[in-house]
């Protein structure tokens, strides 16, 4: 075993954190470079485990009189994840430090929240989980409230509150797998072994669910998303961190599957019903809003119900599709957060009835338009593989319910391309501003994410091999569904 | 003949070395400015922490049993002198600006901590009396020290709501002797672990009366209503000696008589559950409502004795280990977090949370370590409010109060509310002038700022350092010394 490969997702976990602290005594002049240079290196930490084939599992015992082990370990889903946000990170870092005047605190809070993402996605230990899963939360109450607008103080309580429900909720959840199931540790090796039975385990599901349907965020626990988007950052900045935050559908895949398998096939009806009629919900209400953050939000929102049903169907290709969802909605949706802040830059708005914008900023339109393409599922584009492969599992085990998620697609389209035409298209207003097309830096901003999207919607095969394994392990706790 | 009685005072040390800073303040004020006086006390404290480490593992007793330097004195003892060492540092700055800035304070503030001590220490209910008694005095004294119709105010309600506890207390203890027929902690529990049916109702009577009691000094709901008043209405650098040493000392009591005298006594367990239950709900929600921030740590206060008091719920060994390490952690952030407001308050009342607003652009320093204190407070990792918190959950779970703990859990949702507001407030910009004291920042609040900020932030990242010590079941189990 090599000693070096063994720390490098600690190192990835550890050195935006790292950066961010140091940002703190950096001067001015070089903070851009400083912060830049720290997220790409952690990029490039995540491309290392992942040429190295993903990281064994790293464990030291952390405080040993508790139970509570620093196990970590990146490979299959969390890598891809992890390296989903790593990318977007440095992408919002690329973006932020053009667009925010005096950028130093954001810099700092996106590479604190980095941390907290990727730590997420790497703990093997349900309390290292839950630690790093508030963490997150701290950087995104101070982005939202440094840089957030007249209405925020409301959509900060909402938000705070909604997320600590849930989660103090999993918090007795977690002591209770541990006790009633009797694991020597929190560690998923040892909970794994020692399973809670019976009807216990249902309430200890529904416990950890209520974490988790915040996040995702499901419907009826969902109100805190939309006023979170708005209210932020106008240069979208936060809303990419904040989309990265959705790690309801990664939890309850890599933690509530495998610990309460049983909970999970007698709950599955109710659930995907829920997901279903989220998705649904969220594009309704989507195609309503004239303002690009909110619209946006709902749109997050619907994906986020697909990645629910693919989940709690509890099928292998609708999982796999479920998880390769949720890496490249970060991708589109982070991206078109920032093409929104492109337009509010440019013609100080974020209304959707605008007009015209292509006939001055054909580059920023074209981008933009094909990123939604991307967003409602194209064929050739990432987002199509992912929502494909969640309704043909999540066929095999409900039909009428994918019907219903299905409709969702058609949904999509509509309201993404109405709102397009309006803002894009319909004649210029008489009088209204000249728009500046894409300048500098800001190609790289909605250049790299298309390129993957394109790239991994042609060829889906790295992303695929590194997730399927994964999936199937996960499954393999359900004997054999 | 008079027979000097024989005593080994080694066991006291502790405790002589802070009476030696009370009596010297009381002396030397006709000589010595505060000033001095309040440094040779810290040098008192400090000396007396240092005794506690050189009487480890050496499970001294006095006075046939009735004083007792074993490890959960000690531990709970270094608890009480933390606190105390950030009070004494924060007076160093205020008391002059609060106008109690004379040697009668600091004497006060050392009998009380002396008083705490002998509770920490306490081997028999006299003992442990003796000392609630000379810490509730002094603590009256402390409150109305100041001479403002508040502070007055304050003073004598705490003096009558908690002279009222004391006779209750008394009142259960005279019970509890007579069941059992014995002050002793290790005599009663002997008694009490085979239970005589005859006298079964007075001793589930005199261990409920002693719960009310106790429930005064710790404010437990419904006993805590002179807390927002007292805590509010009191010098900000009493408030913060009050609800940090003063109440760690009253807990050191109730785990001494509760998960070690009467630990095997019926009723007791149930009836403190519901009143945890109810002073989460009420503490929490009635914060919810302050717009005065030093009035909203008061009930946050409160709040945290339902937090605390889930680990008696919990069994001695999981419970104290749970309590000593919350207790320390309690004192850390909530001292710091008074010793911000002291700093920075225009006039005693503290100030309103809207103040708050745009603190981070003119007092980075403090801004940010409040903002860690809150945090902390409201639990969030990786400061060590979280793993004091998921300890008495623990505790309270394992130990069959799992309702109480999804209790805790909703009510904890609320408490991150009132603790996000003024946090977030701060960091907002704002462009109105100034609210806070312009010159609120001097060397010893910022040390004991520091001191809070780091221990939270130390214990949050690496909980062992303390909890390695408080862990051990067996200093739990020998909690009434058997």
């Known amino acids: 075993m090599n000693s070096f490969t063994d720390w490098l997702p600690t190192l990835m976990i550890f050195l935006p954190l790292l950066g961010s602290l140091l940002l703190l005594v950096t001067p001015k002049t070089f903070r851009d470079e400083v912060a830049g240079f720290i997220a790409a290196l952690t990029l490039g930490a995540g491309l290392a485990i992942w040429r190295g084939g993903g990281s064994d599992l790293f464990r030291w015992d952390w405080i040993p009189p508790l139970g509570i082990t620093y196990s970590v370990q990146l490979g299959g889903v969390s890598l891809a994840l992890a390296l989903v946000t790593a990318l977007m990170s440095f992408i919002a870092i690329l973006y932020a430090a053009r667009r925010i005047p005096n950028p130093g605190p954001m810099l700092s809070l996106i590479l604190a929240m980095e941390t907290g993402l990727i730590g997420i996605f790497a703990a093997q230990d349900l309390m290292l989980f839950y630690v790093f899963f508030e963490d997150a939360l701290i950087p995104a109450l101070l982005m939202l409230a440094m840089y957030g607008k007249s209405g925020r103080m409301a959509a900060l309580v909402k938000f705070a509150a909604y997320t600590l429900f849930g989660s103090l909720l999993m918090l007795v959840s977690i002591i209770g797998v541990r006790y009633l199931g009797g694991s020597p540790s929190f560690a998923m090796t040892d909970l794994k072994q020692n399973l809670v039975q019976g009807s216990a385990q249902t309430w200890l599901y529904l416990g950890f669910l209520a974490a988790m349907a915040v996040k995702l965020p499901l419907w009826p626990l969902h109100a805190w998303l939309p006023d979170f988007h708005e209210q932020n950052h106008d240069s979208g900045v936060p809303d990419v961190m904040g989309t990265l935050y959705k790690v309801g559908g990664y939890g309850i895949f890599t933690f509530a599957i495998p610990l309460f398998p049983d909970a999970s096939l007698e709950l599955r009806p109710i659930l995907m019903g829920l997901a279903a009629f989220t998705a649904l919900y969220a594009a309704w209400i989507a195609f309503r809003q004239t303002d690009w953050k909110r619209l946006l939000a709902y749109a997050g929102l619907s994906h986020m119900g697909f990645v629910a049903l693919g989940v709690f169907s509890l099928n292998e290709t609708a999982v796999i599709g479920a998880m390769y969802l949720l890496a490249f909605q970060n991708l589109y949706t982070g991206a078109l957060f920032l093409s929104v802040g492109m337009l509010q830059e440019r013609i100080g708005s974020l209304d959707t009835r605008v007009g015209g914008v292509m006939t001055q900023a054909g580059a920023l339109s074209g981008l933009t338009m094909a990123l939604w393409f991307a967003s409602i599922a194209v064929p050739g584009l990432a987002g199509f593989i992912g929502e494909f492969s969640i309704l043909l599992g999540a066929y095999q085990v409900s039909p009428w319910l994918t019907f219903i998620a299905g409709i969702t697609t058609i949904a999509a389209a509509a309201y993404a391309l109405t709102a397009f035409q309006h803002t894009f298209w319909q004649a210029r207003p008489a009088g209204s501003v000249t728009v500046r097309d894409l300048v500098h830096t800001e190609w790289l901003i909605l250049g790299i994410p298309l390129g993957l999207l394109v790239l991994f919607g042609v060829y889906s095969t790295p992303a695929l091999n590194l997730m399927q394994p994964a999936v199937r392990a996960v499954l393999s706790a359900l004997g054999g569904n | ?482």
């Open chain 2, 1 to 482: 003949m008079l027979q000097v009685p024989e005593a080994s005072l080694t066991p006291l040390l502790p405790i002589l070395l802070v009476l030696a800073g009370a009596i010297s303040s009381t002396l030397l004020g006709f000589w010595l400015s505060r000033r001095t006086l309040t440094l040779i006390n810290i040098g008192t404290v400090v000396a007396s922490a240092v005794s506690l480490g050189w009487l480890w593992n050496r499970d001294l007793s006095s006075f046939g049993g009735g004083l007792r330097a074993d490890h959960a004195a000690l531990l709970l003892g270094f608890v009480i002198l933390a606190g105390t060492l950030m009070t004494l540092l924060v007076t160093l700055d205020t008391a002059w600006r609060a106008r109690v800035s004379f040697p009668e304070f600091d004497a006060m503030l050392m009998y009380a901590v002396t008083g705490c001590l002998l509770i920490a220490f306490s081997g028999d209910l006299i003992v442990m009396l003796i000392g609630l008694e000379i810490m509730s005095l002094s603590s009256y004294v402390l409150a109305t020290l100041q001479g403002s119709r508040r502070a007055e105010e304050s003073g004598l309600k705490y003096f009558l709501l908690g002279a009222a506890g004391s006779a209750v207390l008394i009142y259960g203890l005279a019970f509890v002797y007579g069941a059992t027929g014995s002050l002793n902690y290790a005599a009663i529990a002997e008694k009490t672990s085979t239970l005589n049916p005859d006298n079964v109702g007075i001793l589930v009577g005199g261990a409920l009366l002693m719960l009310c009691g106790f429930g005064f000094k710790v404010a437990l709901a419904p006993f805590h209503q002179w807390t927002p008043d007292v805590y509010g209405g009191a010098p900000t650098s009493v408030s913060l000696f009050l609800s940090t040493v003063v109440k760690v000392a009253a807990f050191a009591g109730m785990l001494r008589v509760f998960s070690g005298a009467l630990e095997n006594v019926p009723g007791w367990h149930s009836v403190l559950a519901v009143l945890i239950a109810a002073t989460l709900i009420i503490g929490n929600l009635a914060a919810l409502r302050q717009t005065n921030f030093k009035r909203m740590l008061a009930y946050s206060a409160v709040a945290h004795t339902g937090f605390l008091g889930m680990a008696l719920l919990g069994t001695p060994a999981a419970g104290g280990a749970a309590l000593g390490y919350y207790l320390l952690v309690y004192t850390l952030m909530t001292a710091a977090a008074l010793a911000i407001v002291a700093a920075l308050q225009r006039s005693e009342e503290g100030f309103s949370i809207t103040d708050m607003r745009g603190l981070y652009y003119r007092h980075p320093g403090y801004a940010v370590a409040l903002a860690v204190c809150l945090a902390s407070l409201a639990g969030l990792p990786p400061f060590a409010g979280f793993f004091g918190k998921y300890l008495v959950f623990q505790a309270a779970f394992q130990n069959g109060y799992a309702w109480i703990s999804i209790l805790a859990a909703l009510t904890s949702v609320a408490a991150l509310v009132y603790y996000l507001r003024p946090a977030m407030l701060m960091f907002m910009p704002d462009r109105t002038p100034a609210r806070e004291y312009g010159l609120g920042q001097r060397p010893p609040t910022t040390l004991a700022v520091a001191l809070g900020v780091a221990g939270v932030t130390v214990l949050g990242l690496l909980p062992n350092l303390w909890y390695a010590f408080v862990a051990h079941p067996d200093i739990w189990a020998m909690l009434a010394g058997r």
